[in-house]
């Protein structure tokens, strides 16, 4: 398996434009994370789907953000106007909820290094 | 809101030493995970604990969990300069199906 598929790896963007992040979780994977990092407050989580469904999104700051999981291969983060203060970096995870574990031991992507200036 | 704290935030070592960082957490868990971060990299799942569980170890690893305290610590033994990343502790709230909640981690930089 790949892994979990981010894209793009970087983004340097002027504000006011739009972002959108894309994710590809492990196939078989139930749940879908999207996280953001930055200096100042750690891994922050921003919404989360488990099959394919919304489940807690009072982790996105503002209306300015959106996340869509269309299907269970792929989802999407989209910033718009993107700000300056929105730079970070944006992981996307996936982990099989539910499992003989039931642990949600997440597996990560390498993440979306986003630049708003 | 952060779950998690770890300390120290930030720990340096010889090669060969042992390290250990701490993680304090605030409310009920299922388990306590902990993950790896290189630069510039996604974070690595490294070791599960269960909330009825004391110890765990996992090759050069040992996790402890006293939920008494609410706190856990990761030893990493006969440390290499390869283990120089970043540590993060993060907590599974009892309820099913619920999100991980990361602390903000522990910079570990170990020299030759």
């Known amino acids: 398996d790949a892994g979990v598929i981010q894209s793009p790896r970087h983004e340097v963007t002027e504000m006011g434009q739009e972002v959108t992040l894309r994710c590809k979780p492990i196939s078989g994977h139930n749940s879908l994370f999207w996280y953001r990092q930055t200096m100042m407050r750690g891994l922050e989580l921003l919404i989360y789907?488990?099959?394919?469904?919304?489940?807690?999104d009072s982790g996105m700051p503002e209306d300015r953000f959106s996340a869509k999981m269309p299907n269970a291969s792929f989802s999407t983060l989209k910033i718009q106007p993107s700000e300056p203060r929105d730079s970070a970096v944006y992981f996307c995870?996936?982990?099989?909820?539910?499992?003989?574990?039931?642990?949600?031991?997440?597996?990560f992507g390498a993440g979306s290094r986003l630049t708003v200036l | 809101s952060q779950q998690g704290e770890e300390d120290p935030q930030a720990l340096s070592i010889q090669e060969g030493e042992n390290a250990t960082m701490n993680c304090s957490y605030k409310?009920?868990?299922?388990?306590l995970q902990w993950y790896r971060q290189n630069s510039g990299r996604g974070l690595v799942h490294l070791i599960l604990?269960?909330?009825?569980?004391r110890e765990k170890h996992s090759g050069r690893l040992r996790v402890t969990l006293d939920t008494s305290k609410k706190s856990s610590s990761l030893l990493i033994t006969a440390s290499r300069a390869a283990d120089t990343a970043s540590y993060f502790c993060a907590t599974a709230p009892p309820q099913a199906g619920t999100a991980l909640i990361f602390g903000k981690g522990t910079t570990l930089s170990v020299s030759s």
């Open positions: 604990i269960r909330s009825n569980e």
């Open positions: 995870a996936s982990s099989l909820a539910g499992g003989r574990s039931g642990a949600n031991v997440l597996t």
């Open positions: 409310t009920s868990i299922n388990n």
């Open positions: 789907f488990n099959n394919n469904v919304p489940i807690d």
